[in-house]
């Protein structure tokens, strides 16, 4: 009943700003809609909640204006696109949207969209315009990344026990609001960037031997991943620790699970998780298992993002991880995760982990 | 006969038509293709400047001004054969229909063939050529021989309204090698690329064996005088084979016809393209072209007004050649060195004149013949250093920017025309002068543009590479002004037109097809293309302005179409009704939204932006 009610609501609000766009339309004057500026210049970090939010500037995009039509156009394609799969009930993945927007506008040679970043743009738009989330508008990320763990859940209908998933492990759906958890036998979370890396650990069965539930994304972790790892830390009292390859891109996979992304400072509340904690790789961690022989000189990027990350305002406020970032700095270089496995296939689970824990060595 | 005597003819004979043979090269007839333009080329310049000087005479003497109108025909004529015995040439023989011309040792006899036959008698050669059903067949003295067939011949024929000819002087002017040069007076003229026309007689004798047949009227006679006039080679003397009369259509011109072998082209290289582009430069005349398709093409004048007439100026030192300044010097009436240096050179004054002869150790006073070689050479290098003013510049006679564009016009049938005229510069003691032009779209189709090279008036078509035109042309930064640029050339529907005028054209070689690069006639050139695509890049920025413009205005119905499909959708009502009511909001809003559409394309046209920079700091830099 109350997905019903949930739905009934989206549809009012999306349909709203179609009639409103309409009577514009009709009292002649040029439409337009109002969404949150993005990017850092509108993202304000509050010391309060420790998580990143969208500040209160606003653009507003119009029909009839060279540089907005295109977008504009986009934006409304979706939503009539979101408010049909609402009435339907039905869900579609981000590059089936895609597909289903793309086609030429009659007697023209321009096709409504050329490629998926414009559909993925137009979702965010309207995730902006509405406050709805693209869940709500029936949305969906690609599934994406591994869980393992003593953990059963139930997903519409179907239970799943997160310790009997194999190899490969569990598929994170990108929603996961209606995810009911059944038993949960963890004391805590780690979350790694790196899929090679989960699967040398469930391969070691780590999640057993060190009672916790292992979460592995690629790259940049998803929102459905950053909204499960917030409902097992509020709903589930778990601490969440979290494993990256000791360079600043890891530092920034780090800082949106913790504090929330720039372009989407609006649901951080949703997906931010200010508890979150870094495990590592850190720079000590190098000195301390001797790494140095695995060491990736810097590349110009690396240097360019590493200025830019050290002039966040989140970072600026923590002594520790501006000692950090001035190492890294020093260093010149990265080095990833799988240098471990230099040290022997299973060195991570059974010493680097465990000391880690011991120690209580994390950044915060 | 003395054996010297006898020699001494020999010695001439050899020096006419070896003289020609050695020269065929530079005298334009190193290949058949060439031969006929070169030949076609002699005739018309002569016209040209005929026209030109009689409409000046009729000026001075304020009569009314005879504008040059000027028929070119190109005919096909003969077949022509190489007979051969093994492997030497025997004759040749040319065949048009039934008529057979057989030239044999430098004498030639024409006779009709019969019943499939036809004989010739040269003192110990008797020829018979028989015909079996259109197969050639040829024997001499009994004996068969082959026949190999060559370039056929070419009837040409230039007919004029100048002043005409006295009788008198046309056996000189076509039958006697190198008479009448032009080459000292130091005048702007089409002649100085003339080797003359006498040469083209020569050819056509050499080839064909025919003379050349010339018809002239000046004004007073009541028909024209006919001469059929050949060069005797022996004596480089022009013989007369038969004279008369006939009518003439003007009350005043020449005609000249010459049967020449030759190889017809079509294409940048051939005669079409030198008739056209002769007609571009010449905006006073009228030009009648009949091509060897028998069509008639016809280029209108597009001014009654006639080039100024060029005046002659005294060479200034700085581009005097020791050779011409000992032969000022022999043939002075002037009584003193001083007054030849001051009475026949320009810009020397009396006082530089006194410095100068002194300064090499010379009586002022020394008579002009007793001054030898190697002394007029100091004086002559002494003269140049000094710091003489440049010579005066009024002798030149440029085509005129109007002009020019309006030939431009007519020609092309083109979007957009400018022409551009510098001020006279000097090279070495030289006047000169440059000026430009630009078509651009309309008729003219091709992706890149073409370059249209003139040196006095004359259309340069080879040896493009080696020419500062070409260089200068290939030197300008066309994408410093917004045009799109491959191998240096912009692209583009573009037909640009560079014309050198100058008392003395600075040709690469003697076969005057290339102007030699000296820098300031580079740079002169240089900044007239300059300031010419600066122009027409505003005029291209201002349409592709339109373009962007209409292209944009347009963006918003196509996805209003878009956007009544979606928000018909999206609210639930018929797709037509939205539709209408975006049309409506469109047409309501049309101004707002056109200049809404001119703010931004200000902001982003990126020629107009590139332009309004380029303007800040012009190119006069590399001055």
Known sequence: MAEKQKGKNSIEIISGLGKNLYAQISSGENPYFDLPTRGLANVKYSEEKRILTMGSGLSRRYFLNVGHVRKFVQTVAMAALSKELIESGKHTSLRSAFYQIRRTIPGTKIDVVDDQSETNKAIEDLELITDLTREQLHINANKAGAVAGNVIVEDRGDVIDWSKMGSGGWAIPSNVEDLSFKKIDAKFVIYMEKQTIWDRMNEDKAWKKLNCIIIASQGQATRGIRRLLQRLSREHNLPVYILTDGDIWGVYIYSTIKFGSITLASASDKLALPEAKFMGLTMDDIEKYDLKRHLIKFKDVDVSRLNQIKNYEWFKKSKRWMEELGKMEKLGAKVELDAFTAKGLSFMTEHYLPEKLREKDFLD | ?623
């Not at chain 2, 309204?161 to 007076?185: C, E, H, T, V, W």
């Not at chain 2, 004004?219 to 003439?248: C, H, W, Y």
Request: hydrophobic share 35%; with cysteine.
């Open chain 2, 1 to 623: 006969m003395e054996i010297a005597e006898e020699l001494a003819k020999n010695q001439r004979a050899i020096s006419v038509t070896e003289f020609f043979e050695k020269n065929r090269h530079l005298l334009g007839f190193d290949n058949k293709q060439k031969a006929l333009l070169t030949c076609v080329k002699e005739a018309v310049d002569n016209s040209l400047d005929a026209c030109e000087e009689l409409g000046h005479m009729q000026e001075k003497r304020k009569q009314e001004v005879s504008l040059p109108e000027i028929t070119v025909e190109v005919k096909p004529m003969s077949d022509n054969y190489q007979i051969v015995d093994g492997k030497t040439n025997v004759a040749q023989m040319l065949v048009r229909k039934n008529d057979y011309t057989v030239m044999y040792r430098g004498k030639s006899d024409s006779k009709q063939m019969k019943g499939g036959k036809v004989s010739f008698k040269f003192d110990d050669a008797a020829f018979s050529f028989t015909d079996n059903n259109g197969k050639l067949a040829a024997m001499l003295n009994g004996s068969q021989l082959t026949l190999k067939k060559n370039a056929p011949t070419f009837l040409i024929r230039i007919r004029d309204n100048g002043p005409g000819i006295l009788p008198s002087k046309i056996p000189d002017i076509f039958g006697r090698m190198l008479y009448g040069s032009k080459f000292q007076a130091m005048k702007q003229g089409r002649g100085q690329q003339g080797i003359g026309i006498h040469s083209a007689v020569l050819y056509s004798q050499l080839t064909t064996g025919k003379s050349a047949k010339v018809l002239s009227k000046i004004a007073s006679a009541k028909r024209a005088t006919m001469m059929r006039v050949q060069i005797n080679i022996l004596k480089n003397e022009p013989e007369v084979l038969e004279k008369g009369e006939e009518d003439f259509p003007y009350e005043h011109g020449t005609q000249i016809e010459l049967e020449i072998e030759g190889i017809y082209v079509s294409g940048s290289k051939g005669i079409d393209e030198y008739i056209k582009r002769t007609s571009i430069v010449n905006p006073a005349a009228t030009i009648y072209y009949i091509g060897p398709d028998e069509e008639k093409v016809t280029f209108k004048r597009v001014t009654t007004q006639l080039p100024k007439e060029p005046s002659a100026i005294k060479p200034h030192p700085q581009g005097l050649e020791i050779g011409i300044f000992v032969r000022i010097l022999k043939n002075s009436t002037e009584r003193s060195l001083v007054s030849v240096l001051v009475n026949e050179l320009s810009r020397v004054s009396r006082s530089v004149a006194e410095t100068t002869v002194k300064s090499v150790g010379l009586d002022p006073k020394i008579k002009p013949a007793d001054v030898d070689r190697a002394q007029a050479n100091s004086i002559l290098k002494a003269l140049q250093s000094m710091d003489l003013m440049r010579p005066q510049t009024d002798c030149l006679s440029p085509i005129g920017v109007e002009e020019l564009e309006k030939r431009m016009r007519q020609e092309f049938k083109p979007e957009y025309v400018k022409a551009i005229s510098r001020k006279p510069e000097v090279y070495r003691g030289m006047p000169f002068q440059i000026e430009t032009a630009v078509a651009y779209g309309g008729e003219i189709k091709g992706e890149k543009a073409a370059l249209l090279r003139f040196a006095n008036k004359i259309p340069l078509l080879f040896d493009s590479a080696s020419c500062a035109l070409t260089q200068s042309f290939l030197g300008v930064d066309y994408s410093r002004y917004g045009m799109k640029v491959e191998n240096k050339v912009p692209t583009g529907p573009l037909v640009f037109l560079v014309h050198i005028a100058s008392v003395w054209v600075p040709y690469t070689s003697e076969s005057k097809n290339a102007v030699a690069s000296y820098p300031i006639i580079t740079k002169e050139i240089k900044l007239a293309l300059q300031e010419l695509v600066r122009d027409m890049s505003k005029f291209l920025s201002k349409k592709h302005r339109s373009h962007l413009f209409e292209e944009r205005i347009n963006l918003f119905d196509k996805y209003g179409i878009e956007l009544a499909f979606s928000l018909s959708k999206l609210i639930g009502t018929d797709e037509k009704t939205v539709q209408k009511k975006i049309e409506a909001l469109l047409n309501k809003k049309r101004e707002e939204v056109e200049e809404h559409v001119n703010e931004t394309l200000s902001t982003t046209d990126v020629i107009s932006s590139k332009m309004e920079s380029d303007n800040g700091n012009s190119d006069e830099g590399e001055q």
